[in-house]
């Protein structure tokens, strides 16, 4: 069966301080990729999608960038955290034209 | 673009009985899908139920069923037997066929279920 793990599942960092969350999946081959963040507890917002390595589709101009450097392994990533950056940052996986399955998450405050 | 739509910011209901949820939305597609996630306290997203819009008969997992109407755009859930674990929000996300699976969400619905 398939899993999907993010760490780390919280983490509190500076303004100005860089960020690297990291997403894997097990059990599966060449999946679709999704990062989302969800702040305020409402809404997901869908940040980037990859559909294979080195491949990277961004939905949003922001301060974040996201790689797929191995098949399947998703990295979100920042060199200067902001205040709105904080929030609930959620990576998932999808087959082909198939349901999105959610990893658990990580809570990121930014101080 | 599509557009999702949760009117319901907040419902409650009591154990045992039955809620339904609503959901309604926006596109010019002809073949697509919608779904129904369900986040607890944990935030885990765990995904409810999937409705295909070529397919008439309605989803049914359980004690979950939808009442899907697409011309009328409108994609409801509902729970019956409502149990204290279905405590959770409710998102409704709707995924058009092609492309690359990327869902679009609304705004959640919370349902309080209580004793």
């Not at chain 1, 894997?24 to 990859?50: H, K």
Request: hydrophobic share 35%; proline share 5%; with cysteine.
């Amino acid at each position: 069966s398939q899993t999907i793990h993010q760490w780390p599942a919280t983490l509190v960092q500076p303004v100005g301080s860089p960020l690297s969350l990291e997403c894997t999946v097990e059990g599966t081959s060449n999946p679709n990729l999704y990062w989302y963040r969800q702040a305020a507890g409402r809404g997901l917002q869908l940040l980037f999608y990859s559909v294979g390595i080195g491949q990277i589709s961004s939905e949003v101009p922001q301060n974040l960038s996201a790689s797929r450097p191995q098949d399947r392994q998703f990295i979100l990533s920042s060199k200067k955290l902001l205040l709105s950056d904080s929030g609930f940052y959620l990576c998932a996986w999808s087959a082909v034209l198939a349901e999105q399955f959610f990893g658990p998450g990580t809570r990121l405050t930014v101080l | 673009a599509q557009t999702v739509t949760q009117s319901q910011p907040e419902m409650s209901v009591q154990e045992a009985e039955t809620v339904t949820l609503s959901c309604t939305y926006d596109t010019s597609e002809n073949n697509y899908y919608l779904f129904w996630y369900k986040q607890p306290p944990s935030r885990q997203m765990i995904l409810v139920i999937r409705q295909e819009a070529y397919k008439q008969q309605n989803a049914t997992e359980n004690r979950f069923s939808v009442n899907f109407q697409k011309a009328a755009k409108s994609f409801s859930l509902k729970i019956s037997d409502s149990q204290l674990g279905d405590t959770a929000m409710y998102f409704c996300a709707f995924m058009k066929h092609g492309g690359y699976s990327t869902l679009t969400f609304g705004k959640g619905t919370m349902l309080l279920v209580s004793p």
